[in-house]
């Protein structure tokens, strides 16, 4: 068996997309549990890791909820992001600043995630009824 490290240029914390576009943050790559913890010859035994396992884990917005994945895509087919967020997918950008900067609180991330929740809720049932449903709610609660 021959074990290659190969850097790849991505950052915990990156937005990224599979080729065919799904947008991601990354959480970690396989290589990345390498370093004073883990030797060479762990991943040589299997001790730690698998040099085929080449599948990073990663959070993306998967049927309007948050899930994080390690069977989404392979390390080979990722690439930085570089389309526009669109409904709750915006989400990912104040993930990728929240894991990578961790200056706002988790509570000030689980307001950001659940004010994209509310718009994509209400984005879908003015799709399924149009506005007339959402204005005459706000009209009763005014």
């Not at 947008?23 to 085929?52: C, F, R």
Request: glycine share 8%; aromatic share 14%; proline share 4%.
């Amino acid at each position: 068996m021959v074990f290659f490290h190969l850097p790849v240029p991505f950052e915990k914390g990156d937005l990224v997309m599979t080729k065919d576009g799904t947008p991601l943050v990354l959480d970690w790559l396989p290589h990345w549990g390498a370093g004073s913890n883990y030797t060479h010859e762990d991943y040589i035994t299997g001790k730690h890791g698998n040099g085929t396992d080449m599948s990073p884990n990663c959070y993306l917005i998967y049927e309007g909820a948050l899930e994080r994945s390690h069977e989404h895509c392979s390390l080979q087919e990722l690439r930085y992001f570089d389309g526009e967020l669109k409904g709750q997918e915006r989400f990912l950008k104040y993930l990728s600043r929240y894991i990578k900067t961790k200056d706002d609180g988790i509570d000030w991330l689980i307001a950001v995630f659940c004010k994209f929740k509310a718009e994509a809720e209400v984005e879908k049932w003015d799709n399924l009824f149009g506005s007339v449903w959402f204005r005459s709610l706000e009209e009763e609660i005014i």
